[in-house]
């Protein structure tokens, strides 16, 4: 079956920097976009970034933008998001999301369950 994997989360303090991953299995990787999206506490669902599935062409929110990084290791199956410069209004349940198709462009077809990023002292 088609499995989003995310790992990587945990507490850090503001300033600090986190690196998720995203495993994939179950469907063909490297011909899809990747997003991550996080949900705050009491708050909606927010897109966080995504990279393209052919040239890796990345694409971020304004709040995380010049902060975080997208990467993808299609051999591994893998997509990262590097965080940089937290704070803690980056406390969020973090998903990746594969799109239906090559481009940044809704909708999502896959979702993975989630990590915990909290960004506190």
């Known amino acids: 079956e088609v499995q989003l994997v995310e790992s990587g989360g945990g507490l850090v303090q503001p300033g600090g920097s986190l690196r998720l991953s995203c495993a994939a299995s179950?469907?063909?990787?490297?011909?899809?976009?990747m997003s991550w999206v996080r949900q705050a506490p009491g708050k909606g669902l927010e897109w966080v970034a995504c990279?393209?599935?052919?040239?890796?062409?990345?694409y971020y929110a304004d709040s995380v933008k010049g902060r975080f990084s997208l990467f993808r290791n299609n051999a591994k199956n893998t997509v990262y998001l590097q965080m940089g410069s937290l704070k803690p209004e980056d406390t969020a349940i973090y998903s990746c999301?594969?799109?239906?198709?090559?481009?940044?462009?809704?909708?999502?077809?896959?979702w993975g369950q989630g990590t915990q990023v909290t960004v506190s002292s």
């Open positions: 999301a594969a799109h239906r198709g090559v481009k940044c462009v809704p909708p999502f077809d896959y």
């Open positions: 990279i393209s599935s052919f040239d890796g062409t990345s």
């Open positions: 179950g469907f063909t990787f490297g011909r899809y976009a």
